[in-house]
Protein backbone atom coordinates (compact mmCIF):
# COMPACT_ATOMS: atom_id res chain seq x y z
CA UNK A 1 0.00 0.00 0.00
CA UNK A 2 1.25 3.72 -0.57
CA UNK A 3 1.62 5.82 1.84
CA UNK A 4 2.07 9.57 1.30
CA UNK A 5 4.67 11.07 3.07
CA UNK A 6 3.78 14.16 4.50
CA UNK A 7 7.14 17.05 5.30
CA UNK A 8 7.39 18.89 7.83
CA UNK A 9 7.33 22.51 6.93
CA UNK A 10 10.37 24.67 8.79
CA UNK A 11 10.71 28.66 8.57
CA UNK A 12 13.67 30.05 6.35
CA UNK A 13 15.01 32.35 5.26
CA UNK A 14 15.80 33.46 1.36
CA UNK A 15 19.69 32.94 1.00
CA UNK A 16 20.26 34.94 -1.82
CA UNK A 17 21.67 38.33 -2.19
CA UNK A 18 18.37 40.79 -2.63
CA UNK A 19 16.84 43.36 -0.73
CA UNK A 20 13.26 41.39 -0.44
CA UNK A 21 15.07 39.47 2.13
CA UNK A 22 12.02 37.18 2.26
CA UNK A 23 10.57 34.50 4.92
CA UNK A 24 10.21 31.05 3.67
CA UNK A 25 8.43 28.27 4.44
CA UNK A 26 10.31 24.77 3.51
CA UNK A 27 9.06 21.35 3.23
CA UNK A 28 11.33 18.94 4.64
CA UNK A 29 10.78 15.31 3.93
CA UNK A 30 14.06 14.00 5.71
CA UNK A 31 17.28 15.81 6.13
CA UNK A 32 18.90 15.35 2.99
CA UNK A 33 15.79 16.24 0.74
CA UNK A 34 13.32 18.99 0.25
CA UNK A 35 9.89 19.80 -0.98
CA UNK A 36 7.98 23.06 -1.97
CA UNK A 37 9.31 26.47 -0.62
CA UNK A 38 6.99 29.10 -0.35
CA UNK A 39 6.67 32.32 1.25
CA UNK A 40 5.63 32.51 4.91
CA UNK A 41 1.89 32.65 5.35
CA UNK A 42 2.47 35.04 8.50
CA UNK A 43 4.67 37.56 6.83
CA UNK A 44 3.11 40.63 5.61
CA UNK A 45 5.77 40.89 2.82
CA UNK A 46 5.60 37.23 1.30
CA UNK A 47 2.07 36.25 2.59
CA UNK A 48 2.77 32.75 1.16
CA UNK A 49 3.98 33.77 -2.23
CA UNK A 50 7.69 33.68 -3.56
CA UNK A 51 9.63 34.86 -6.56
CA UNK A 52 9.66 31.93 -9.40
CA UNK A 53 13.88 31.49 -8.61
CA UNK A 54 13.28 30.31 -5.64
CA UNK A 55 9.45 28.34 -5.61
CA UNK A 56 12.06 26.29 -7.77
CA UNK A 57 14.46 25.73 -5.48
CA UNK A 58 13.74 22.12 -4.68
CA UNK A 59 13.89 21.24 -8.37
CA UNK A 60 17.68 22.96 -8.72
CA UNK A 61 19.21 21.45 -5.21
CA UNK A 62 18.37 18.01 -6.26
CA UNK A 63 18.84 18.16 -9.89
CA UNK A 64 21.29 15.05 -10.77
CA UNK A 65 23.46 17.59 -12.88
CA UNK A 66 24.11 20.06 -9.98
CA UNK A 67 27.47 21.45 -9.07
CA UNK A 68 28.60 19.40 -6.30
CA UNK A 69 31.83 21.00 -6.16
CA UNK A 70 33.58 23.92 -7.00
CA UNK A 71 35.52 24.40 -10.80
CA UNK A 72 37.61 26.44 -11.64
CA UNK A 73 37.66 28.22 -15.27
CA UNK A 74 40.74 27.22 -17.58
CA UNK A 75 39.98 28.51 -20.89
CA UNK A 76 37.96 31.82 -22.13
CA UNK A 77 34.65 32.24 -21.02
CA UNK A 78 32.49 30.40 -22.92
CA UNK A 79 34.77 27.52 -23.90
CA UNK A 80 33.21 25.12 -21.25
CA UNK A 81 37.03 24.60 -19.49
CA UNK A 82 36.75 24.02 -16.29
CA UNK A 83 39.11 22.12 -13.71
CA UNK A 84 37.95 20.59 -10.30
CA UNK A 85 39.69 22.64 -7.43
CA UNK A 86 39.28 21.80 -3.07
CA UNK A 87 36.80 23.87 -1.62
CA UNK A 88 39.67 25.67 0.43
CA UNK A 89 41.17 26.42 -3.02
CA UNK A 90 37.96 27.91 -4.24
CA UNK A 91 37.70 30.09 -0.75
CA UNK A 92 40.88 31.58 -1.53
CA UNK A 93 40.33 32.34 -4.94
CA UNK A 94 37.17 34.35 -4.66
CA UNK A 95 38.80 36.14 -1.18
CA UNK A 96 41.95 37.25 -2.86
CA UNK A 97 39.45 38.44 -5.90
CA UNK A 98 37.16 40.28 -3.48
CA UNK A 99 40.24 41.65 -1.55
CA UNK A 100 41.50 42.88 -5.17
CA UNK A 101 38.26 44.54 -6.63
CA UNK A 102 37.70 46.05 -2.91
CA UNK A 103 41.26 47.78 -2.88
CA UNK A 104 40.37 49.18 -6.83
CA UNK A 105 36.92 50.52 -6.88
CA UNK A 106 35.81 50.11 -2.98
CA UNK A 107 33.75 48.12 -0.63
CA UNK A 108 30.67 48.31 -3.00
CA UNK A 109 32.31 46.43 -5.42
CA UNK A 110 31.97 43.43 -3.42
CA UNK A 111 29.06 44.39 -1.13
CA UNK A 112 26.20 46.64 -3.16
CA UNK A 113 23.89 46.70 0.24
CA UNK A 114 21.66 49.87 0.18
S1 LIG B 1 12.65 34.79 -2.49
FE1 LIG B 1 13.06 35.85 -4.41
S2 LIG B 1 12.32 37.96 -4.09
FE2 LIG B 1 12.52 36.97 -2.05
S3 LIG B 1 14.58 37.51 -1.30
FE3 LIG B 1 14.74 35.54 -2.36
S4 LIG B 1 15.30 36.05 -4.46
FE4 LIG B 1 14.50 37.93 -3.52
Wanted: proline residues 7%; contains cysteine.
Amino acid sequence: MNQTVRPRIAASACPHDCPSTCALEVEIFCERTIGRVRGAEDNAYTAGVICAKVARYAERVHHPDRLMRPLRRTGPKGSGQFVPVSWDDALDIVTEAFMRAEQAHGSEAVWPYY
